[in-house]
């Protein structure tokens, strides 16, 4: 037996274990392999949630996506705890690792060890085929994908199928089928099993794509939110599987500071000649933001982005995302050309982008379990939020209140802006917590007072503890 | 028993009805009964992107004998385009808005005396009395229009003297009830009383029927007369009750005075600050304790002494210094506000017809509320589908900035456009923003 002949055998062994193109169950169970469960809590001050996604394997470490509505965005990554994973149609799992969210494509990073959990398969090994990546589904092709149940039933795994109806950009290239073809997360193939999208949580999806112009008009939002029809071609997902977050906060994140897209319609572009492109108004440009030093103003319409016209969508508001999408993949530093119409001037402002300030997700914060309150740090979206200058925005925010607890009672709001406690202005988060902390310790203080705004009214609450 | 007994019997019955009047003072209230009217008004609003005709009944009660009629500024409005009085005769006569008052919802009207004395009609007028010294407990009777039921007369007792009650929208969209408090009976009242009189047994007027409950039984509202008195000789004046302003919202201390070592009875808590009102600017803040204004000691410990304290700041004249006197922490210490005049929330409203577009100008109070720099732009109250503002995609509660790329700071600002656009229609741009959010449109013919 010489090598040519082992060879020779080997080759054939892989081959016969190869499905036949047209044998889809066969398929499916090999691309099962690509799929996970993933449990995990959510903690909070008084209880722990559980929670469960899906996700789809990207390499050979055991890096796994979840889409981004796996994680409520206001919660903070060190309170989500305990990540398992299971492989489709098993109910023993191995611990994960949570990575962090990467911004641009909201995807949520998950890692197991591969030694641990063995036979995963990245859906990389799909998206290829003799060196030629997956072509772009047609319209009425037949594709399929895959589901998993819940943990009652093991995760076991099953497929749908359906025909592509229409392809358009969301902004991206995005294919909606007829009926749910995968769970949000999971991967949709072809006849011959290439990979041609991952499934995206229908609840974005459904509001652009059912939303109707009309503000104020509830969207039409599908009900199933197992089960998706809509999927991001693998052209636009694929090149983004290395964008690992390199922290579990998600920096660098780049900020302009151009608050309020808003889209032009089609109407105004035809009047501004501009019916070839898309547009998007500046509804206010923040104070202290790379935006404002570079001198955008309140109302300018963003025609260009580096020299590239916006382009036109359908729907037109779809142009929002396309330009957050191109924030959300510059740094900070970055050199950005952005044109814009001012009354009938059309001018070209570099804008040095500049570091996102503190999110709400990455705020200090401090629970006190017996006045019933977590207070955070007021952040600069805080201020925006509540259109105060930023040498105004001091004292700290009721993040959580407890039902019933002695704040509630005395009408402490969650996210109620918290200025003074017991008489004294809280100019730092520092100090809210140090006076918090004294009244909790006191076992003898009989009530203490706070003064909240909510709403741009304020009110004196008088917080009794006895 | 023949026909003839049970008559009689019947008869006795019907008087010991009537006793309870007494026969003193039945010539008093048969006096107001003839001074009670049904007010019918038609009036214009410019809802849903035009102007609509609608139509309410009411009550009032005539004043004196030159016909000056008190009604509810919710009954009868500027925006009234007919005014019919029914006159206890049953006979009808036009009558013309003299004065209006959304914060004490009153209103004055004048009987078309030409026509009076033409036809030779007759009425009577009633007589105020002393809204000061009803008790709770005391009997009152209700008289009005209740769902067009003409002169209905209903019975009750006063079931609280003071009642405290500031609506912010309650008259159409208009403020209500900072500067009064007030009776609250359980005398039946329904919709079609408001503006008609709450009357003691003598037939004097303490108090014009104003709200309820919807739903609750008997929870009603009147005016009191002392307050009633006050705003009819304003209007009678000057067709309006001018106010003075600063921008302070008041907190009922309750027992926060040991929290802040008060003197007992004494300070009302700042309870929030208008931003770029007269208060803020003159430095006052949320938490500081109002001592005393022009050196009258105020007390503000319980809700119903609000608004007495409010009334006593909105009666000094328009732009003249107010000294407060403020504790802030240990210290105490002066400020000085100078008045503004007051304005409700409610701006001038107007319909585009052919744009098919209701608008109301944003006042000095909405762009505070809104938190908008400044009082620039219309806000949108209504569109009619199918026409130029729909179809352009403006919606209710956008705000109209620039029109035409011009700052929309008046109502004229916006007709003169419009003016433009009846002569020669061509598309027009319009810049709003709503919740912040800054749109563009185009109105096309």
């Known amino acids: ?466 | 028993m023949n026909l003839s007994t049970s008559r009689s019997i019947f008869a006795l019955v019907l008087l010991c009805a009537v006793t309870p009047l007494g026969a003193a003072v039945s010539r008093g209230f048969n006096q107001l009964l003839d001074a009670v009217v049904r007010i019918d008004v038609r009036e214009v609003t410019f809802e849903e992107g035009g102007k609509r005709f609608s139509a309410g009944i009411g009550s009032g009660v005539i004043l004196s004998a030159d016909g000056l009629i008190l009604t509810n500024a919710h009954v009868a409005s500027p925006r009234a385009v007919e005014i019919n009085i029914t006159l206890a005769s049953l006979e009808v006569v036009g009558a013309k808005l003299v004065g209006w008052d959304h914060w004490t919802d009153l209103a004055l009207l004048r009987l078309d005396m030409g026509e009076v004395k033409r036809r030779g009609l007759q009425f009577t007028h009633a007589e105020f009395g002393n809204s000061d010294k009803v008790f709770a407990g005391q009997t009152v009777y209700a008289v009005g229009t209740p769902y067009g039921l003409t002169r209905t007369v209903t019975r009750g007792i006063i079931s609280n003297t003071s009642r405290p009650f500031e609506d912010l929208r309650g008259i159409n969209g208009y403020e209500t009830g900072s500067f009064n408090t007030w009776l609250q009976t359980d005398a039946a009242i329904n919709p079609g009383n408001s503006g008609g009189p709450l009357v003691t047994e003598d037939g004097k007027i303490v108090g014009i029927n104003s709200r309820g409950y919807n739903g609750a039984d008997n929870l009603a509202f009147a005016i009191p007369s002392s307050t009633a008195q006050d705003i009819v000789s304003g209007l009678v004046r000057e067709g309006g009750i001018t106010r003075s302003y600063i921008g302070l919202v008041p907190g009922a201390l309750r027992d926060l005075a040991g929290f802040y070592a008060l003197a007992l009875n004494i300070g009302v808590l700042i309870n929030s600050v208008d931003p770029g009102s007269p208060a803020a600017r003159a430095g006052l803040r949320v938490g500081d304790i109002l001592l005393s204004i022009n050196g009258r000691k105020v007390d503000g410990r319980f809700p119903e002494q609000l608004p007495p304290i409010q009334n006593l700041i909105a009666s000094q004249p328009v732009g003249s210094v107010l000294k407060l006197s403020v504790k802030r922490g240990n210290d105490t210490r002066d400020f000085n506000v100078t008045t503004e005049k007051l304005e409700s929330r409610v701006g001038e409203e107007w319909a585009f017809e052919k744009w098919g577009l209701s608008v109301r100008k944003v006042s000095r109070s909405d762009a505070r509320e809104r938190q908008l720099p400044d009082n620039t732009g219309v806000l949108v109250i209504g569109v009619q589908p199918g026409f130029p503002a729909d179809v352009a995609g403006i919606s209710r509660d956008d705000i109209i900035m620039k029109i035409k790329q011009q700052p929309v700071t008046s109502l004229e600002d916006i007709k003169a456009v419009y003016a433009a656009y009846e002569a020669k229609p061509e598309p027009t741009l319009l810049e709003a923003q709503r919740f912040r959010r800054v749109s563009l449109y185009i109105l096309k013919p």
């Open chain 1, 1 to 466: 037996m010489n090598l040519r002949r082992h060879l020779c055998f080997f080759l054939a062994l892989a081959a016969a274990r190869h499905a036949d193109a047209s044998d889809i169950p066969a398929l499916w169970a090999e691309r099962v392999k690509s799929t996970v469960a993933v449990e995990f809590y959510v903690e909070t001050e008084t209880d722990r949630r559980p929670a469960l996604s899906f996700g789809t394997v990207i390499d050979s470490n055991g890096t796994i996506i979840l889409p981004s509505a796996a994680v409520d965005p206001r919660v903070s990554p060190d309170q989500l705890k305990d990540f398992k994973v299971h492989r489709a149609g098993e109910t023993s799992s191995v611990p994960g690792q949570y990575l962090g969210q990467d911004n641009l494509t909201g995807w949520h990073f998950v890692r197991v060890d591969p030694k641990q959990l063995t036979g995963l398969v990245p859906i990389t090994v799909f998206a290829a085929k003799d060196g030629a990546p997956s072509p772009a589904p047609a319209l009425a092709e037949e594709v399929w994908g895959i589901g998993l149940r819940n943990k009652d039933e093991d995760f076991t795994p099953y497929i749908m199928m359906s025909r592509i109806g229409l392809i358009q950009s969301l902004p991206q290239r995005s294919a909606i089928a007829l009926h749910e073809v995968a769970a949000p997360g999971l991967p949709v193939f072809n006849q011959e099993g290439m990979f041609l999208g991952l499934a995206t949580s229908s609840f974005g999806q459904s509001y652009m794509q059912f939303s109707r112009p009309d503000r104020g008009a509830t969207p039409v939002v599908l009900v199933n939110v197992e089960e998706s029809s809509v999927f991001p071609l693998a052209e636009e997902v694929l090149p983004y599987f290395g964008r690992i977050p390199k922290s579990v906060s998600g920096r660098p994140l780049a900020w302009l500071g151009a608050y309020g897209l808003e889209p032009i319609d089609p109407e105004v572009a035809q009047f501004m000649k501009l019916e070839s492109q898309g547009a998007v108004v500046i509804s206010e440009v923040l104070e202290g933001s790379p935006a404002e030093k570079a001198g955008l103003k309140d109302h300018d319409i963003i025609v260009a982005l580096d020299g590239q016209p916006l382009p036109r969508f359908k729907p037109g508001s779809v142009v929002v995302g396309y330009v957050d999408r191109e924030l959300a993949k510059r740094l900070p530093g970055d050199l950005l050309a952005v044109s814009v119409l001012r009354g009938t001037d059309r001018r070209e402002i570099k804008v040095v982008l500049g570091d996102e300030p503190k999110l709400i997700r990455e705020t200090s914060r401090k629970y006190f379990d017996r006045l019933g309150l977590t207070v955070r740090e007021f952040v600069y979206g805080d201020g925006v939020a509540l259109r105060v200058k930023s040498g105004e925005s001091t004292g700290v925010v009721a993040h959580f209140v407890k039902a019933n607890s002695p704040v509630a009672i005395a009408g402490l709001h969650a996210d109620d802006w918290i200025k003074e406690i017991d008489g004294v202005e809280v100019k730092t988060f520092d100090l809210a917590v140090q006076k918090l902390a004294a009244i909790e310790a006191d076992r003898d203080r009989g009530e203490f007072v706070i003064l909240a705004s909510r709403g741009g009214e304020t009110a004196v609450l008088r917080v009794k503890l006895k």
